[in-house]
């Protein structure tokens, strides 16, 4: 019975181990395959940052610096006041674009009271050519008159009905209507010379004026400049954001386009993951992304893909690669992701630009 006994257990034993060596490589088996499956489902990479605008802050004027409301990491709203310049200079120039502005004004009105007593003026001088010429026309009647009466009355004296007195009348009258008619041309001929002239006043004034207007429209362009100049002393925050890399003081002298801060709006924020090319045939804008952070490590982000690069990162980099100069290896590209965040996963806004992170892109089946 022993040797019997011993072979059943030794059946027992290799029953056993068989066992269990199956279900090791079942598990083994389902493991991998379970891995193949979630690899293929779910694309991560390491190549992965926040990043975000930034809002770089600078003066438009020269300046020194009078005041300074911000300090590093502090968190602002879109208008808050940044940094104040000393506005003397400034102020200085404004009041003389002003001064000019008004001396300018001053003039123009002069200008234009010229030109409307010159008008009133050109007024008297064409009723005085409308009322020559109705003297001429009314002289030039009288002379008609005047000619037809010794015509008449040298058409009588021939036929002695008419005395040579009456005769000598008649010719005295028709030569004072000429007269009176050479009198009235004269007068309209100089009422109309003085018109001209005047008119030609006229013309020259307004001139005058026309160039004041412009003048003076320089001068207040002058002044919008100066005033617009003065506002840059003020510097306002563009958006809600926290204040980084603050470079100034109190009493700084500062130039035109001179960074001294930024702004960061972490409510607008997102990630860009540098995917190898082999893993983004099925990746899609629209798809969900698990996002973990190295600095809190088990807090995980949810965000959605938002875009792919038209290009790899290489292709834009200040000296891209160029494969046709002689011996080539290749190299599997990267092209960055666009993930943005989903609303409301960030509610503190903990994430920074610049962090690592870990994104997973989950693959629609």
Not at 62 to 85: A, F, S, Y
Not at 131 to 154: I, V, Y
């Amino acid at each position: 019975m022993g040797p019997v006994r011993a072979m059943m257990n030794d059946q027992r034993r290799r029953n056993f181990a068989l066992l269990v060596f199956s279900v090791i490589a079942v598990l083994g088996i389902t493991g991998i395959l379970f891995y193949v499956s979630y690899r293929q489902s779910h694309i991560s990479t390491d190549d992965a940052f926040v990043t975000g605008k930034i809002h770089v802050i600078a003066s438009k004027v020269p300046g020194t610096v009078k005041e300074v409301h911000v300090h590093d990491n502090q968190p602002v709203k879109q208008g808050d006041l940044l940094v104040e310049i000393d506005t003397q200079d400034y102020d200085v120039r404004v009041r003389e674009a002003e001064s000019a502005v008004s001396a300018e004004t001053s003039k123009l009105a002069e200008i234009s009271s010229r030109v409307e007593v010159t008008l009133k003026q050109l007024r008297e001088y064409e009723h005085r050519v409308a009322s020559a010429k109705a003297n001429l026309k009314l002289q030039e009647a009288d002379l008609k008159q005047a000619e037809l009466d010794l015509t008449r009355a040298k058409r009588l004296y021939k036929k002695e009905i008419l005395p040579e007195e009456k005769l000598e009348k008649a010719k005295t009258n028709f030569d004072v209507a000429k007269a009176r008619v050479d009198a009235a041309r004269e007068q309209l001929k100089q009422a109309e010379a003085a018109f001209e002239t005047h008119n030609a006043v006229i013309r020259q004034t307004d001139s005058a004026f026309q160039a004041q207007k412009s003048v003076l429209r320089q001068r207040q362009e002058v002044k919008k400049a100066e005033d617009l100049k003065r506002s840059y002393t003020r510097i306002y925050a563009p958006s809600d954001g926290y204040v980084t890399k603050k470079s100034l003081e109190i009493g700084n002298q500062i130039q035109a386009g001179q960074p001294l801060m930024a702004v960061v709006p972490l409510g607008d924020v997102w990630v860009i993951a540098n995917y190898k090319e082999t893993q983004l045939e099925r990746v899609r804008a629209g798809q969900k992304v698990k996002i973990r952070v190295d600095t809190y490590p088990g807090k995980v982000f949810e965000g959605v893909v938002d875009s792919i690069m038209a290009g790899t990162g290489s292709v834009f980099s200040l000296f891209p690669p160029e494969n046709a100069t002689g011996n080539f290896v290749k190299v599997v590209q990267r092209i960055p992701v666009k993930i943005v965040l989903k609303k409301g996963t960030d509610p503190e806004h903990v994430l920074r630009v610049g962090m690592s992170v870990e994104p997973t892109i989950i693959i629609d089946k």
